[in-house]
């Protein structure tokens, strides 16, 4: 179960890096050069990139606690390059460029872009992705989710006793390695959903 995750992921992965290529392949075909934009939306990818062979790296060294907060940022992505369909993406480019935060730049309705106003708008096309970010939340924010990786209660005789492991972690159950997984294949999938978007749309207006 746990390999099968990892193939989907892996698909997942090469989708999104294939997305780019066809983007880059069609800019270099049909304009002078790589639009800037183009090159915002292949650094998000790039990151996604490196974040999930990261992730697979960490989780299979039992180094849970940093995989998990992975997936907040991998959702992070998904927020950055959705910003670009609300907005003017040149302005959007040059703001970023200089150093401006996506949530200090105004939509085309004058709206600041804040994460909480990206999600709202973003659950309603990407099913449960305001539930994704709740959940996950708490991977990069220290939260209960840390203190069980190193932490393990046990009952004997209506006394509970905590096993502590200091500077380690305790293996995780197969459970919640599925868990795990799952929330990086949805947050991913979106991803793949978002610059596939980018491109048809770049591409149409041509």
Same mark, same amino acid.
């Given at each position: 179960?746990?390999?099968?995750?990892? *193939?989907?992921?892996?698909? $997942?992965?090469?989708?999104? $890096?294939?997305?780019?290529?066809?983007?880059?392949? /069609?800019?270099?075909? !049909?304009?002078?050069?790589?639009?800037?934009?183009?090159?915002?939306?292949?650094?998000?990818?790039?990151?996604? !990139?490196?974040?999930?062979?990261?992730? *697979?790296?960490?989780?299979?060294?039992?180094?849970?606690?940093?995989?998990?907060?992975?997936?907040?940022?991998?959702?992070?992505?998904?927020?950055?390059?959705?910003?670009?369909?609300?907005?003017?993406?040149?302005?959007?480019?040059? *703001?970023?460029?200089?150093?401006?935060?996506?949530?200090?730049?105004?939509?085309?309705?004058?709206?600041?872009? /804040?994460?909480?106003?990206?999600?709202?708008?973003?659950?309603?096309?990407?099913?449960?992705?305001?539930?994704?970010?709740?959940?996950?939340?708490?991977?990069?924010?220290?939260?209960?989710?840390?203190?069980? $990786?190193?932490?393990?209660?046990?009952?004997?005789?209506?006394?509970?006793?905590?096993?502590?492991?200091?500077?380690? *972690?305790?293996?995780?159950?197969?459970?919640?390695?599925?868990?795990?997984?799952?929330?990086?294949?949805?947050?991913?999938? !979106?991803?793949?959903?978002?610059?596939?978007?980018?491109?048809?749309?770049?591409?149409?207006?041509?």
């Amino acid at each position: 179960m746990i390999e099968e995750k990892f *193939e989907r992921l892996h698909d $997942l992965q090469i989708k999104c $890096l294939n997305e780019i290529i066809l983007v880059y392949n /069609y800019e270099l075909k !049909n304009n002078n050069g790589i639009s800037h934009v183009a090159h915002y939306a292949a650094s998000i990818i790039t990151r996604g !990139n490196s974040l999930i062979k990261s992730f *697979e790296l960490l989780f299979n060294n039992n180094i849970y606690s940093t995989a998990i907060s992975l997936i907040r940022m991998q959702i992070d992505n998904c927020l950055r390059l959705y910003a670009i369909s609300l907005c003017n993406p040149i302005l959007l480019l040059t *703001e970023v460029e200089k150093g401006t935060s996506i949530r200090d730049i105004k939509d085309r309705d004058g709206k600041k872009m /804040y994460d909480s106003y990206l999600i709202s708008k973003l659950d309603n096309i990407l099913p449960n992705f305001k539930t994704l970010y709740d959940e996950t939340c708490g991977f990069v924010h220290f939260s209960f989710e840390h203190l069980n $990786l190193n932490n393990k209660k046990h009952e004997e005789n209506g006394k509970v006793n905590v096993e502590t492991l200091i500077g380690n *972690e305790f293996e995780i159950s197969e459970t919640d390695k599925i868990k795990y997984l799952e929330y990086m294949i949805t947050a991913t999938y !979106n991803l793949y959903r978002l610059i596939y978007s980018y491109r048809y749309d770049s591409q149409k207006t041509k």
